[in-house]
């Protein structure tokens, strides 16, 4: 069974340009998190979907961080404009949802801006 | 709000020893789950273990355990016959599921060395 991917892998930009990252989950998982994890720290929830609705998104910068999951599958995170303090690891994890619901993760995007 | 304490930045262990990695949390609730996900320098996280808190009695996954304490809000992890592939960040979790909600709340780490 594929595991989550995530795209691309690194990626550096100079503040206020903008920046996208894709994640596609495990088939069949209707939960996908987007997670933040700045150096040296543990990851912080960004948003959650459940299918193509946002559960949770209280932790998200909406002035310049959004995200979409079109039908449901393949979800983008983007950046716009970005600032110096964006620079860390993006992930993406995705769960089947019922029960334990245990959360496998992608190997994350790491984000640097300069 | 939830918080999740991993008191130890650094440890050391040789290989085949065993080692424990602390992890304390706070919370009101009395139903949730923990987890410790182990991130090599790949950066994917991986689960290493978890448990329910209605369950008393402790996790085991071949050579990792737990010591869950409920009303002390503890939960370490132990770790025997050390391996070199063990070294890694270690992460422990708190999950609190509220409707479809279910955040994982991460520690800042436990960086794991192992020595020949």
């Known amino acids: 069974e594929a595991g989550v991917a995530q795209s691309p892998r690194y990626k550096i930009i100079e503040k206020r340009q903008s920046v996208a990252f894709w994640c596609n989950p495990i088939s069949g998982h209707a939960t996908l998190y987007w997670y933040q994890q700045i150096l040296g720290q543990g990851p912080k929830l960004l948003i959650q979907f459940q299918n193509n609705g946002v559960v949770d998104d209280s932790q998200l910068p909406k002035d310049r961080f959004s995200a979409e999951r079109l039908k449901g599958v393949d979800s983008t995170l983007k950046i716009q404009p970005a600032k110096l303090e964006d620079s860390a690891v993006y992930l993406c994890?995705?769960?089947?949802?019922?029960?334990?619901?245990?959360?496998?993760f992608g190997a994350g995007t790491r984000l640097s801006v300069l | 709000a939830q918080t999740v304490t991993q008191s130890q930045p650094e440890m050391s262990v040789q290989e085949a020893e065993t080692v424990t990695l602390s992890c304390t949390y706070d919370?009101?609730?009395?139903?949730?789950?923990l987890f410790w996900y182990k991130q090599p320098p790949s950066r994917q996280m991986i689960l290493v273990i978890r448990?329910?808190?209605?369950?008393?009695q402790n996790a085991t996954e071949n050579r990792f355990s737990v010591n869950f304490q409920k009303a002390a809000k503890s939960f370490s992890l132990k770790i025997s016959d050390s391996q070199l592939g063990d070294a890694a960040m270690y992460f422990c979790?708190?999950?609190?599921?509220?409707?479809?909600?279910?955040?994982?709340?991460f520690g800042t780490g436990t960086r794991l060395q192992v020595t020949l």
């Open positions: 979790a708190y999950r609190r599921d509220t409707g479809t909600a279910s955040k994982l709340t």
């Open positions: 919370t009101s609730e009395s139903d949730y789950y």
């Open positions: 994890a995705s769960s089947p949802g019922g029960g334990v619901n245990i959360q496998y």
């Open positions: 448990q329910e808190a209605y369950k008393q």
